[in-house]
Nanobody, 115 residues
Framework: QVQFVESGGGLVQPGGSLTLSCAAS????????MSWYRQAPGKERELVAT????????SDADSVKGRFTISRVNAKNTVYLRMNSLKPEDTAVYYC????????WGQGTQVTVSS
């Protein structure tokens, strides 16, 4: 079945950087637009960044524009999220999934931005 395994989160100081990875299984990501999402405590899950199947086009939420970069390696069935200039408001559990035709959510990876 479809599975996502997110990794790379952790505790980082404001202004720091992290790179998240999402390893997908049970399907081939090369034919899907993929996205990263996040859910902060007490808030709904929100869309963070999206990348088309070939990687030719990406889009980002206004709150992360210019700081986060989504990328993918289809041969590894993996999607990445490079996060720079992290802010406390970026603290959340981060998930990946298909942008359309959502599958079951993985466990996510916790990102905590705090001094």
């Amino acid at each position: 079945q479809v599975q996502f395994v997110e990794s790379g989160g952790g505790l980082v100081q404001p202004g720091g950087s992290l790179t998240l990875s999402c390893a997908a299984s049970g399907f081939t990501i090369s034919t899907y637009t993929m996205s990263w999402y996040r859910q902060a405590p007490g808030k709904e899950r929100e869309l963070v960044a999206t990348i088309t199947s070939t990687g030719a086009s990406t889009s980002d939420a206004d709150s992360v524009k210019g700081r986060f970069t989504i990328s993918r390696v289809n041969a590894k069935n993996t999607v990445y999220l490079r996060m720079n200039s992290l802010k406390p408001e970026d603290t959340a559990v981060y998930y990946c999934n298909r942008r359309f035709a959502l599958a079951s959510w993985g466990q996510g990876t916790q990102v905590t931005v705090s001094s």
